[in-house]
């Protein structure tokens, strides 16, 4: 009973984020949608400008604490209604309590963490223990695994929470610079034209951000050949 009482706040952003996701509420925050209903989006937020972004914070605090997949839509959107200043500021916010939420029901639902950890955790933990600020950060700024699986598993390290939510906002934050980018920049293709289609991915506005994630994407995969590639003359003396 302690058990499922320790795992209930967990359960329940489970639950939560499957109703989300089933409910179809990312599907209208998708290209066609904003485009289809630009208009009555912007006089909203003129008309409830602290509603709107109240509303929107809240949807994305809600996303990242369940760790649904999709989220990326969400601040797409964000760029989209708020531009790049306002939407990154506002995702900003979002992120962090969000993924602060998951954080904490996460480590009341690990307790002292005796149980087995999960694959992932086991290779991180050799070298959180080493050096926990710079693999915290790296964690955050790398995408390694999708942001709500590193939220678990540093809330299974027991990563302080100060240096969880410093790195959260720090890490999460350059990453929505570009992906609110893309939305805003998005935005701006479709002043040019109305059709919907990979053209406008082809905009100097999307691509730029566009190749910037893919960098970051691809930072693991450099790391780990420039560190194979350090070892080799040591291993052969």
Do not use: K
């Not at 797409?76 to 500021?89: E, I, K, S, W």
């Not at 290779?123 to 080493?130: T, V």
């Amino acid at each position: 009973m302690s058990r499922l009482r320790a795992a209930l706040p967990l359960l329940l952003l489970v639950i939560a984020g499957v109703v989300l996701f089933a409910s179809g509420a990312l599907d209208r925050l998708n290209p066609e949608q904003l485009v289809a209903h630009q208009a009555e989006m912007h006089a909203q937020i003129t008309a409830n400008p602290w509603i709107a972004r109240a509303a929107y914070i809240g949807l994305l605090t809600l996303a990242m604490a369940t760790g649904i997949p999709g989220t990326v839509i969400i601040i797409f959107a964000g760029g989209f209604a708020f531009g790049v200043p306002q939407g990154t500021a506002y995702s900003s916010v979002g992120l962090t309590l969000g993924s602060l939420i998951l954080y904490l029901a996460s480590r009341y639902a690990f307790g002292s963490g005796s149980r087995h950890p999960p694959a992932l955790v086991e290779r991180l933990h050799h070298g959180f223990e080493r050096h926990p600020v710079s693999y915290t950060l790296f964690l955050r700024f790398v995408p390694v695994a999708p942001f709500g699986l590193i939220t678990v598993c540093l809330a299974w390290l027991r990563c302080p929470l100060w240096l969880f939510i410093g790195a959260t906002w720090l890490g999460g934050t350059v990453a929505l610079v570009f992906e609110t980018s893309i939305g805003a920049g998005l935005g701006q293709a479709l002043t040019q034209t109305d059709r919907i289609g990979l053209g406008l991915f082809m905009h100097r506005e999307v691509l730029l951000p566009l190749a910037a994630i893919a960098l970051l994407a691809l930072l693991p995969l450099l790391i780990g050949h420039f560190t194979r590639h350090r070892r080799q003359p040591q291993g052969g003396d």
